[in-house]
């Protein structure tokens, strides 16, 4: 009988990021170490056509990650990431430009191989 030895992924979250009208970023934290491999998101069509990144710090404050520009009321996965995650607490924020009158709702999954 075989058993794999190999890893496997975990999600971590469906968080909701939530900014407000008045607000460019919002944030969580989460504390699990192995490697980032990928991250799930979906966002609200918020008031503007400001576009939005998702970052990713370690706990010194450190950036790990940087996304692109992404869009409004869409949802895609980022995927072939390679990050290394060590066991410290970690921040992941969302950056928009302005999400205009009623804010915004993103939801981020993050994809660990552990």
């Known amino acids: 009988m075989y058993v794999s030895t190999q890893s496997r992924p975990e999600r971590e979250g469906q968080h909701e990021v939530t900014i407000a ?8 934290t989460f504390r699990k170490s192995g490697t980032l491999k990928g991250i799930a998101w979906e966002s609200s069509d918020y008031a ?3 576009t939005f ?47 205009g009158v009623g804010g915004a709702t993103i939801g981020v999954s993050l994809l660990i191989m552990r």
Do not use: M, Q, R
């Open 21 to 28: 009208d008045n607000v460019l970023s919002g944030s969580f």
């Open 48 to 50: 503007s056509g400001a």
């Open 53 to 99: 990144t998702i970052a990713i710090t370690d706990a010194e404050g450190t950036t790990l990650y940087t996304s692109g520009a992404l869009a409004h009321n869409s949802a895609a996965y980022i995927a072939s990431l390679d990050v290394v995650l060590v066991d410290e607490t970690h921040t992941c924020t969302v950056t928009t430009g302005d999400p």
